[in-house]
């Protein structure tokens, strides 16, 4: 369970990593650093489908520099957390609830021991949701939530009523455990960055493949139909009448105008429920926000940095400063 360090992608100093067990046996691998100096918190960085750890390391060094405690973890059946299926390539999950399993390990035996308050969570995609839906179950423990690109609902065929249904009938069909139409073992990131859906910035487009290329372990390929039909239930979920009402934790849900994955519109919609939250937009990015160009990086971190710490926090840490 080792994080995987390279010359082109250095891991920041100080990195403690840990293993965490689920209630229901399922093992994963999570990791925290530790800021020099005065800590303003903890950031809870929560991956998106198909990403590892390593993926992170340059926000995660950009998070210690503003005084942020960083904890993360893989997922299960990605990353170097435990796969679900004997085939390692197949992203795969057996109930949409099983994320609550990982964040409850993830909360109870890395941030409560380990991590100083406030915790804020930052989040990408489909771990924007899991997140959502774990405070919208009723549990508190972030002070505040941001959300990039939350996975409340998909762009194109995907999103439609026919790929929902589709999903929904192979499932129950006991064909959970294949790809989707038209799947395959390899890694989104992989793919030809012309045409990349994920990111415009052919720099770290280029890095996230070189780091699967070392270290293919790390990687996954499209998901499996059970995958795509418990995500469906998820987003189902999280879209009910009264579910956002239930989420009393202050969010920032930050979308992509370019996102060709996840639905921009469901992410306006959704905000409109939440009671305290706003949704800002950056009109040229593309899906994976923390991995695009630097100006468009640069307008996510002032967000960032206006919303997470909070203002009564920022007083109280500048009263203990003395």
Not at 144 to 150: E, L, S
Not at 156 to 173: H, I, Q, V, Y
Not at 254 to 275: C, H, M, N, Q, Y
Request: hydrophobic share 45%.
């Amino acid at each position: 369970m080792e994080l995987i360090d390279t010359p082109a992608n250095p891991c920041p100093p100080g990195v403690k990593v840990v293993g965490l067990r689920a209630r229901d046996g399922v093992e994963l691998r999570a990791a925290v650093w530790r800021p020099e100096g005065f800590q303003r918190g903890t950031v809870a960085l929560v991956q998106g489908r198909a990403e590892f750890i390593e993926k992170y390391y340059e926000v995660i060094g950009e998070l210690l520099a503003r005084g942020f405690v960083v904890a993360a973890f893989d997922w299960r059946g990605q990353g170097l957390s435990q796969r679900l299926l004997r085939n390692r390539a197949r992203g795969h999950l057996r109930r949409s609830t099983d994320f609550r399993l990982d964040l409850d390990a993830f909360v109870s035996q890395l941030l409560t021991p380990e991590c100083p308050k406030p915790w804020f969570a930052l989040a990408h995609s489909m771990g924007a949701a899991a997140v959502l839906d774990y405070a919208g179950a009723g549990d508190a423990s972030f002070a505040r939530i941001v959300g990039i690109a939350p996975m409340l609902g998909l762009c194109g065929f995907a999103g439609s009523n026919l790929a929902r249904n589709t999903a929904g009938a192979f499932s129950a069909l006991g064909l959970r455990r294949l790809f989707i139409p038209g799947g395959g073992a390899r890694a989104l990131a992989q793919k030809p960055f012309a045409g990349n859906i994920l990111t415009s910035d052919p720099r770290r487009y280029r890095r996230a493949a070189q780091i699967l290329d070392l270290s293919p372990a790390l990687g996954i390929g499209d998901p499996t139909i059970g995958w795509a039909h418990e995500a469906f239930l998820l987003m189902e979920r999280l879209g009910s009448r009264d579910f956002a009402a239930g989420i009393k934790v202050p969010a920032l849900l930050v979308a992509a105008g370019g996102d060709r994955l996840v639905s921009t519109p469901a992410i306006e919609r959704f905000t409109k429920k939440l009671k305290i939250a706003d949704c800002l937009v950056l009109t040229d990015a593309r899906h994976e926000i923390l991995m695009e160009r630097d100006e468009i990086r640069a307008k996510f971190w002032a967000a960032f940095d206006a919303f997470a710490p909070g203002e009564p926090f920022l007083h109280e840490a500048a009263t203990a400063a003395g």
